[in-house]
């Protein structure tokens, strides 16, 4: 068996310092470890685990995922729509849950056979976890190598693998809404350009703006090419995911996730995982016209929905319905000012900008870009305050 302290320092000595998954019986140990020595984020499901390690990375951390196999299929789309073209690299750990002559139940037959096939198929290099901490620690250079060369490695765990770690006691992480406003008069229904360009006038040299996938990235991307702005061309649901990691790798930034209601839908066990970990320096958008405007004008059900409850039932410390473009500009200010996880929901008319262009810059442009100016504006000050 290999030791999972050995490992997990070994992982420390590289720089691995922020973990995030979901559990899995044979990856307990690392879980457990990552718990108890350094910075772990259960997330709700696999995809939102890659996808908040992403967000860390963008701020500088060396980012691991863990997860069972059958869960891989649920980290595909971010895999393939947001690590690959952003070149945003993480190592992952994948457990061999149904291995061929190994008895397990009879879910994990088919993902068993599969799960290194869908590796490559992915394009991400991968190796099977030796139980040898000699050769263990070879691979673990070889991994540290390819994500220094911003591609993504993965190991496969099988059973029996690691040792045990014990998990110490966890302490709880309570949040709770503080204020809630529901929708006290009729809204402005402003189109989502115009939306855009208030949240756009509102940012300043601290702020970095995450637009989810389609419209919303392409319109904000025409209104200002920013170097603190990043589109998400895929990947969809996945932006509050990549925000919550972002904010909490850079605790002294603000962060606005500028979401949308189908985005939302997809992924709602997100908002729970946000909550729960409550960065204040977290401002989430939600931009409702009811409809997926990117493919056609398709109604979402979200008209179904009380996103407002919601939020705050998640734990988002602040969860308001706002009804103006000036109402949408105060409460940024407002949370500028006093600095609780924010929901601000905003409903907005269908009309999107005629002829609208698409990003020219490539999204692993966009992710170097956006680094680069993170770097840039870093004040070591600003870590010694706390």
């Known amino acids: 068996m290999l030791s999972t302290k050995a490992l997990g320092e070994e992982l420390k000595n590289l720089g691995f310092t922020f973990y995030s998954g979901v559990p899995c ?31 860390a990375y963008l701020g500088g951390k060396k980012s691991v995922v863990l997860m069972q196999n059958s869960g891989l299929s649920n980290a595909v789309s971010p895999l ?78 099988k059973k029996g693998t690691l040792d045990n770690e014990i998990l110490r006691n966890q302490s709880g992480t309570t949040s ?43 319109e904000l991307y025409q209104i200002e090419d920013a170097e603190c702005n990043l589109y998400m061309v895929g990947s969809m649901g996945c932006v509050g995911s990549l925000g919550l990691g972002l904010a909490m790798s850079q605790p002294h930034k603000n962060i606005v996730v500028i979401d949308g209601d189908g985005s939302v839908l997809l992924r709602m066990g997100s908002l729970a995982t946000n909550g729960y970990y409550h960065p204040a320096n977290m401002l989430h958008i939600l931009l409702d016209n009811h409809a997926h405007d990117s493919t056609g004008g398709q109604k979402t059900v979200s008209d179904n929905m009380d996103f407002i409850n919601i939020a705050a039932s998640c734990g988002y410390a602040r969860s308001i319905h706002v009804h103006t473009l000036q109402e949408l500009k105060e409460q940024i200010l407002a949370w500028k000012t006093e600095k609780k996880l924010t929901f601000l929901y905003l409903p907005i008319s269908r009309k999107s900008s ?33």
């Open 354 to 386: 005629e002829q609208i262009g698409r990003p020219i810059i490539k999204p692993y442009e966009v992710k170097e870009r956006l680094r680069h100016y993170l770097q840039k504006n870093f004040d070591p000050f600003e870590c010694d305050s706390d």
């Open 80 to 157: 393939v729509s947001l690590n690959h073209p952003f070149r945003i690299p993480i190592l992952g750990f994948v457990s061999l849950r149904g291995e061929p002559r190994i008895s397990d139940e009879p879910q994990h037959e088919l993902m068993g056979t599969i799960t290194t096939h869908m590796l490559e198929l992915m394009k991400i290099e991968w190796e099977y976890l030796s139980d040898n901490i000699r050769e263990a620690r070879e691979q673990l250079h070889r991994a540290n190598e390819a994500i220094h060369n911003q591609c993504s490695f993965f190991f496969v765990v």
């Open 25 to 55: 019986s044979f990856l307990k140990s690392l879980i457990n470890y990552a718990i108890n020595e350094l910075e772990y984020v259960a997330a709700t499901n696999e995809g939102d685990a890659v996808a908040i390690a992403s967000g």
């Open 176 to 218: 709770r809404n503080v204020e809630k406003r529901q929708k006290l008069h009729p809204d402005e229904n402003p189109s989502r350009y115009e939306a855009l360009t208030a949240i756009h006038a509102m940012r300043d040299e601290h702020t970095i703006q995450l637009a989810t996938t389609g419209i919303t990235g392409r």
